[in-house]
């Protein structure tokens, strides 16, 4: 029969607007998150992480938000650019060095 | 830096037939992991790899599948018999340490067809 895939849920973008990715995890006693960011055609590419001991971590135009209490996880992107446009994906580490990755979502950002 | 690295980047291979999939992780990196992306999902965890002593293949589909390190460095995926639902992208990942979970460095993955 036909298979039918899945639908990543979408934000679409103002450039130069910010932008905020969302992602609810599923395990209480994990400790370690990462967001990845993949574009077609590509492996995902490391954006940045977070320990389970932080609430907030910022990068370079990135900043990523912990909330253990309600398990949710948010990336935020200032000023976003056309190159942001890809998927990201949030990958939590459960067990050991096993990650599991939420479905993701994908960005495009408007010129 | 070299980067990991991964072949063939395409595969169509008939169903039943078995096929291979080659990684080469960042050199001296000691974990390599295994994962499976069907279109429109995240990677999924299929094995991971410390040192040549594969450690956990619990995400494993079937005992189709089977993966080897037997140095410690490259890395292959083995798929027999083949079926449609194998149809998927496989990446391959490593990472420096043995301990505590660290940033994991992708490969651009093979995209394997199965008609």
């Known amino acids: 029969g036909e298979s039918v895939g899945l639908h990543l849920p979408t934000l679409s973008v103002q450039e130069g607007d910010n932008s905020i990715i969302n992602c609810a995890y599923s395990n209480s006693a994990s400790d370690y998150f990462i967001w990845y960011k993949q574009e077609s055609g590509k492996g995902p590419q490391f954006i940045i992480d977070?320990?389970?001991?932080?609430d907030k971590r910022q990068g370079q135009r990135v900043t990523v938000l912990l909330n253990k209490t309600v398990k949710h996880l948010s990336l935020q992107i200032a000023a976003t650019q056309p190159g942001d446009s890809a998927v990201y994906f949030c990958a939590e580490n459960k067990t050991g060095n096993q990650f599991y990755f939420g479905t993701g979502t994908s960005l495009t950002v408007i010129p | 830096g070299a980067g990991v690295s991964q072949s063939p980047r395409y595969k169509v291979a008939k169903r039943g037939q078995d096929v291979a999939l080659r990684c080469d992780p960042i050199?001296?990196?000691?974990?390599l992991f295994w994962y499976q992306q069907a279109l429109g999902q995240g990677p999924e965890f299929l094995t991971y790899?410390?040192?040549?002593?594969?450690?956990?293949k619990s995400g494993l589909p079937s005992d189709r599948f089977f993966a080897e390190r037997p140095e410690g460095s490259v890395s292959t995926l083995k798929i027999q018999r083949t079926q449609q639902e194998d149809s998927a992208v496989y990446l391959c990942?490593?990472?420096?340490?043995?301990?505590?979970?660290?940033?994991?460095?992708f490969g651009p993955g093979t995209r394997l067809t199965v008609t």
């Open positions: 990942a490593s990472s420096l340490w043995e301990g505590w979970p660290d940033e994991q460095y």
């Open positions: 050199s001296g990196h000691v974990s």
């Open positions: 977070i320990r389970s001991n932080m």
């Open positions: 790899f410390q040192n040549e002593a594969q450690l956990d």
